[in-house]
């Protein structure tokens, strides 16, 4: 039996799916957000408690209050 030829295509699309959104718990995340927006680490949690772990709209939360 020959040995199957693979099809798969490598994608970038899990990799935007995953800059999209900020994981909370990884607290290198959390410290890349706060630096950009130059808030703390606390508000940045306290954001993605509020509008969810979409990073755009961490972002526009983040940005009103300051």
């Given at each position: ?16 799916q ?49």
């Amino acid at each position: 039996m020959a040995a199957k030829k693979s099809t798969k295509k490598t994608t970038t699309r899990g990799r935007n799916q995953d800059r999209a959104l900020v994981a909370g718990g990884q607290d290198y995340e959390v410290r890349y957000e706060a630096k950009k927006t130059g808030r703390s680490a606390p508000a940045v949690k306290k954001a993605i408690k509020k509008v969810g772990n979409s990073r755009t709209a961490i972002e526009k939360r983040l940005a009103k209050k300051g």
